[in-house]
């Protein structure tokens, strides 16, 4: 009958604090490669929704030059009615017409004054929107130069890093060979619980 080698406590604590070395050389693999990630990520995500905020305020200010542009109308509409009017005040046959049509200049007079007001209101807003805009557009830029030197710096530390993170997983399964059974699995929860506790 073969016998089996009985370790020492000594070698079996030896044995788990090399797993335990070698795992945490993982970890700090992980970690440089993790943070990255989200980081090129977040910046996605901050890109996409710069971009949809210029569309955004790009479809608004197209509306607001539409309201302009019939505010436009608006006025040409007018200043025609009251030339109509005019001519058919030098027509009138009684006060009382005359009063009706002054009254439809006066008022085609104050709707010119209104549409010129809107024009100005909304000719303001599009300043406004336009300079957002421009913050809007510097913002993706800055972001995308930022994300492409993540994407560069997350690229370099994956080819860095991949040949040494597969020495550690091949040294780490060669430690776990020689762990006490019970003292892995003891580890192995107590990894599990830790990472549980992280997330």
């Known amino acids: 009958m073969a016998t089996v080698k009985e370790y020492s406590v000594e070698e079996k604590l030896v044995s788990v604090l090399k797993l335990q070395k070698i795992d945490s050389k ?12 989200i980081e090129v990520k977040d910046l996605e995500d901050e890109i996409e929704g710069l971009n949809h905020r210029q569309n955004h305020i790009e479809d ?40 009706a049509i002054s009254k439809e200049i006066e008022m085609q007079t104050l709707e010119i004054r209104l549409s010129e007001k809107h024009i ?7 300043k406004e929107k336009s300079r957002v805009l421009e913050t809007a557009k510097r913002g993706v830029a800055d972001k995308e130069t930022n994300l492409k030197h993540k994407k560069g710096e997350l690229e370099k530390i994956i080819g860095e890093t991949e040949k040494e993170e597969s020495g550690f997983r091949k040294l780490s399964e060669e430690a ?11 580890y192995e929860k107590s990894v599990t619980t830790t990472a549980t506790v992280w997330l």
């Open 120 to 126: 100005k209101d909304a000719s303001e807003e599009i």
């Open 60 to 99: 608004e200010v197209r509306g607001i030059q539409d309201f302009v542009n019939n505010k436009k109308n608006a006025i040409k509409d007018a200043e025609a009615l009251i030339k109509k009017y005019e001519k058919q005040q030098n027509n009138v046959k009684n006060s009382r017409e005359f009063e």
């Open 26 to 37: 993982l970890d700090e693999i992980q970690i440089l490669k993790g943070e990255l990630p």
């Open 176 to 186: 776990r060979t020689k762990v006490d059974a019970r003292l892995l699995a003891a």
